[in-house]
């Protein structure tokens, strides 16, 4: 029977989440682990259609958490990473990291390589 409360009924599911709290997250986590590419797809839809709340989603969690933040740029730096090469070159050209092909990309990592070994052999 429905309620007709939406006091009483927010209250019932409340005690009811409460009751069933690791069975409803364990199947949740379920559903996403086997439908992620579902879920990528939809989150990305999102953040496209609302990109300024997106950016200041993210800005907010970056300025939360600038441990964090460091901790992956140096492992992006010290790996030489798609990711870090494709911002270093886009930074000095008109292009977007999407449009560097993946060619140059190594390319310019062995070039980064190359200089680090140069300058720990110079020190």
Same mark, same amino acid.
């Given at each position: 029977?429905? =309620?007709?409360? %939406?006091?009483?009924?927010? &209250?019932?599911?409340?005690? #009811? =989440? ?8 364990? +199947? $949740?986590? !379920? #559903?996403?682990? $086997?439908?992620?590419?579902? !879920? +990528? ?6 953040? *496209? &259609? *609302?990109?300024?709340?997106? *950016? !200041? ?8 958490? %600038?441990?964090?933040?460091?901790? +992956? ?7 030489? $990473?798609?990711? #870090?090469? +494709?911002?270093?070159? &886009?930074?000095?050209?008109?292009? /977007?990291?999407?449009?560097? %092909? ?18 720990? !052999? /110079?020190?």
């Amino acid at each position: 029977m429905p =309620y007709k409360d %939406p006091q009483a009924k927010a &209250a019932n599911d409340r005690a #009811y =989440y409460i009751a069933n709290k690791e069975r409803i997250r364990a +199947r $949740s986590a !379920e #559903y996403r682990k $086997s439908h992620l590419a579902e !879920e +990528r797809k939809a989150n990305a839809a999102w953040r *496209n &259609a *609302n990109r300024e709340r997106s *950016n !200041e989603i993210k800005a907010n969690w970056k300025k939360a958490h %600038p441990d964090k933040v460091n901790a +992956r740029e140096k492992m992006l730096r010290d790996n030489l $990473s798609d990711d #870090y090469i +494709r911002r270093k070159m &886009a930074q000095h050209t008109t292009m /977007k990291r999407r449009d560097i %092909p993946q060619t140059l990309v190594d390319a310019h990592r062995e070039l980064l390589r190359l200089k680090r070994e140069l300058r720990n !052999e /110079k020190l």
